[in-house]
C-alpha cells in the first residue's frame, strides 16, 4: 500500500503570511496515462473535506487562488500565498493513483497564531 | 446543484447492523462509481469500500470485508452501505463520495456524512 507523510502536523500562521505543507509519498504516484492523481483536501472545523487542488496542481472552481499545488513523482506541496481566517482546519493530501487502497496524508492542522 | 446526503447512523450495539443510505441529485448517478469513506473522531479519513457505476464490481477495505456489504440503485439514484457485525472500531463519521474518474480514485464532491457509533 502507497503511504502518504505529510508535514508538518501542526501549522501555526500569522494572518496574511504564506504558509506551506508537504507531502510525501512512498512510491510514484504518475499513473500508466501520464497523470498524476495527487489530490488536496480542506477540512474546516466540524465540515466534510472539500476538494481545493486535483491532479497536483489544478484548482477546483471556487477555489481561490492564494492556493496553488506543485510537485512530482513523490513529492508534492500546497501553498497558500496569504493565509486568511477562512482557511483555518486541517488540509490533508491523497493518492488515488494505486488503488485499492488509496490513501491519505495524516492531515496538517492550520491554525492562526 | 450535485448533492450527497446520508441517513442512517446511530447507536447501536456491538455486533449489531445498521443500513446507511446516501441519496444523489443533481447529476447523472449511474455514470459514477461511488465510495463510503469513514473518519473516526479525530482522526482522518479512511477507505471503506466502493462500488462501479453499474454496481457490477465492488471493493472493500480488509478491516470490513465479510462484514459490510455495498451496493446501488440506479434507478433510485441511491447508494447504500450495509453494516453487519459492528465493533467499537467501527465508531466514525460515513461519508457518502463520488469519484470523477474510473480506474483510479478522484473524489470531487463528498456528503455531509452520518455518524455511527458502536457502543453498549
Known amino acids: 500500500d502507497v503511504v502518504m507523510t505529510q508535514s508538518p502536523l501542526s501549522l501555526p500562521v500569522t494572518l496574511g503570511q504564506p504558509a506551506s505543507i508537504s507531502c510525501r509519498s512512498s512510491?510514484?504516484?504518475?499513473?500508466?496515462?501520464?497523470?498524476?492523481?495527487l489530490n488536496w483536501f480542506q477540512q474546516r472545523p466540524g465540515q466534510s473535506p472539500r476538494r481545493l487542488i486535483y491532479m497536483v496542481s489544478n484548482r477546483d472552481s471556487g477555489v481561490p487562488d492564494r492556493f496553488s499545488g506543485s510537485g512530482s513523482g513523490t513529492y508534492f506541496t500546497l501553498k497558500i500565498s496569504r493565509v486568511e481566517a477562512e482557511d483555518v482546519g486541517v488540509y490533508y493530501c491523497m493518492q488515488g493513483t494505486h488503488w485499492p487502497p488509496y490513501s491519505f496524508g495524516q492531515g496538517t492542522k492550520l491554525e492562526i497564531k | 446543484e450535485v448533492q450527497l446526503v446520508e441517513s442512517g447512523g446511530g447507536l447501536v450495539q456491538p455486533g449489531g447492523s445498521l443500513r446507511l443510505s446516501c441519496a444523489a441529485s443533481?447529476?447523472?448517478?449511474?455514470?459514477?462509481?461511488m465510495h463510503w469513506v469513514r473518519q473516526a473522531p479525530g482522526k482522518g479519513p479512511e477507505y471503506v469500500s466502493a462500488i462501479s457505476s453499474n454496481g457490477g464490481g465492488t471493493y472493500y477495505a480488509n478491516s470490513v470485508e465479510g462484514r459490510f456489504t455495498i451496493s446501488r440503485d440506479n434507478s433510485k439514484n441511491t447508494l447504500y452501505l450495509q453494516m453487519g457485525s459492528l465493533r467499537a472500531e467501527d465508531t466514525a463519521v460515513y461519508y457518502c463520495?463520488?469519484?470523477?474518474?474510473?480506474?483510479?480514485?478522484?473524489?470531487?464532491?463528498w456528503g455531509q456524512g452520518t455518524m455511527v457509533t458502536v457502543s453498549s
Open positions: 443533481g447529476f447523472t448517478f449511474s455514470n459514477y462509481p
Open positions: 463520495v463520488r469519484n470523477s474518474r474510473v480506474r483510479v480514485v478522484d473524489f470531487d464532491i
Open positions: 512510491q510514484s504516484l504518475v499513473y500508466i496515462d501520464g497523470n498524476t492523481y
